[in-house]
């Protein structure tokens, strides 16, 4: 069964009636007390909450379930977008990301994640136009900046930019009037791009090259980053239209880390600039989007084709993780990676090969042959690709989970409203298994050890 698979198929229709008795329950017997008990099912979940009658003792708090990581435990309820790992699907609001890819931009996918709806050529046109007019900074942000060393990470300096992007609009504490989220939502994705580019300059000692707002999304971020003395940059249209399908591939992805961190930390009722950071950060980490780093990281220190099998082997040897291979979710190949990888092609003819791809491909191809990868469904997902094509575009290897937030932003704010209107959620407060040391005396310094 996949995470997604229930939501999806409930939301669009009444609930299944049970393929043999039509009853939709679980009938527990708790042996302790030979009690009975009736827990309903909807969209193929139970509700933890109804574990809480089934007590042994009558003082007792009552069950809970227990689920490290959240590995088959729903947070929420969501209709933005849909995964089913075994068949390696995703869909943003029922479009596949295939289609989407193809066909759609990333403004224009990222007003869907947001909004549900693909919009008419009058919205298109009205939101294009609030998110270009919202690129600029204000001008102290700079000063944050100029405080980082040269060799500072990127991903350091755009989450303590967005988070400082709090305190200039103190209107963003708003979160219940859908003006003040509508304009932190235009702020947000107009401004990541640019915190990203500054902070890249920043990190080449290169005066920062300001938004244009004649250019599409994703020729005015190359702009911000590229330019230098022409007074007009003209993105190369082949790099423009990789760098757009790829900001599409990683607008949203349902409730993974990130997302996760976005909706706890937002169900506060924080402002979504501080939400941001941290979402942000948690992308940072090499397991979830800092991967594409790693995974840079990774082909270097292999350095040869020759060497890919002796690599391979350290990792079933459990010294090495393959980075960029498996998913919680995916258990066959990640769609996004067969995208990228056709990308990765389109935008080597422009830049020319990058050699690296020899050593990524060899890697694919033996662990794809490999019981070890083949018995634990691990496939290459999206971050497996994505940084050979930052790589050949010209970005620092520091960049590349940086031009994951940039699309993510979309999905995370789209995640957080759903989370603040969805009448179920409050704030974030799980429960733990206590284990620790039982009710004990303070002992005086002189009589411990
Ligand atoms: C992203 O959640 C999302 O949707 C994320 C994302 C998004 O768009 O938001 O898709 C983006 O983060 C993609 C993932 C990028 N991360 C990496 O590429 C890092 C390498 N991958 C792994 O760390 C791992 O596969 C995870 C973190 C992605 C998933 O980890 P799980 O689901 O917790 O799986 P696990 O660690 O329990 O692994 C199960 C088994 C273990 O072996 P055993 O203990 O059973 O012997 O598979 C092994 C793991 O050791 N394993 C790997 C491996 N990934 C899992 N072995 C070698 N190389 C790997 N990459």
């Not at 007390?33 to 109804?50: F, L, M, Q, V």
């Not at 000063?143 to 930019?161: E, N, R, V, W």
């Not at 990524?360 to 999206?382: G, H, M, T, W």
Request: hydrophobic share 40%; with cysteine.
């Amino acid at each position: 069964m996949n995470a997604s698979k229930p939501s999806a198929t409930a939301a669009a229709t009444a609930p299944e009636q049970s393929a043999t008795t039509g009853r939709d329950s679980l009938s527990i017997t708790d042996n302790r007390t030979g009690k009975k008990y009736e827990i309903p099912i909807k969209n193929d979940t139970i509700r933890a909450i109804d574990l809480r009658q089934i007590k042994a003792n009558a003082e007792d708090f009552g069950l809970i379930s227990y689920d490290p990581a959240f590995t088959n435990t729903a947070s929420c309820s969501s209709r933005i977008t849909y995964i089913d790992g075994d068949a390696g699907i995703l869909r943003y609001r029922g479009y596949p990301i295939e289609e989407l890819a193809e066909k759609s931009t990333f403004i224009e996918t990222a007003y869907l994640i947001l909004h549900g709806e693909l919009p008419t050529r009058d919205q298109l046109s009205d939101w294009t136009y609030n998110v270009t007019h919202h690129t600029f900074i204000h001008e102290s942000i700079k000063k944050f900046l100029d405080g980082f060393h040269y060799d500072a990470h990127p991903m350091g300096m755009l989450i303590s930019t967005v988070a400082a992007l709090s305190t200039f609009y103190p209107d963003a504490k708003d979160i219940f009037n859908p003006d003040s989220r509508r304009k932190q939502t235009y702020r947000l994705i107009g401004k990541m791009p640019t915190l990203s580019a500054f902070a890249y300059r920043h990190s080449l000692g290169m005066p920062f090259a300001y938004p244009d707002n004649d250019l599409t999304y994703s020729a005015n971020f190359l702009n911000m980053l590229f330019r230098t003395t022409e007074l007009k940059y003209r993105a190369n249209p082949t790099l423009e239209r990789a760098l757009d399908v790829l900001f599409i591939l990683h607008a949203d992805h349902e409730q993974n880390c990130s997302s996760t961190a976005m909706r706890g930390v937002g169900s506060s009722h924080v402002d979504p600039y501080s939400a941001i950071a941290a979402a942000t950060a948690a992308l940072y980490g090499p397991l979830h989007g800092g991967a594409n780093e790693a995974v840079l990281h990774m082909l270097l220190e292999i350095g040869s084709v020759s060497k890919v099998p002796d690599y391979i082997k350290s990792v079933k040897a459990g010294q090495h993780k393959l980075m960029g291979f498996g998913h919680r979710v995916y258990k066959n190949y990640d769609p996004r990676a067969t995208i990228v990888k056709h990308i990765a092609y389109e935008v080597f003819d422009v830049m020319g090969r990058n050699p690296m791809i020899d050593i990524a491909l060899e890697c694919e191809r033996i662990a794809l042959q490999d019981d070890y990868f083949i018995s634990r469904k691990l496939y290459p997902n999206v971050d497996f690709y994505t940084g050979l094509i930052y790589q050949s575009m010209g970005f620092p290897v520091t960049m590349f989970p940086v031009l994951f937030a940039i699309p993510r932003t979309a999905g995370w704010i789209a995640q957080w409203e759903e989370m603040l209107l969805d009448p179920e959620q409050k704030i974030a407060r799980p429960r733990q298994v206590y284990l620790g040391a039982p009710k004990r005396s303070y002992a005086p310094i002189d009589d411990r050890g």
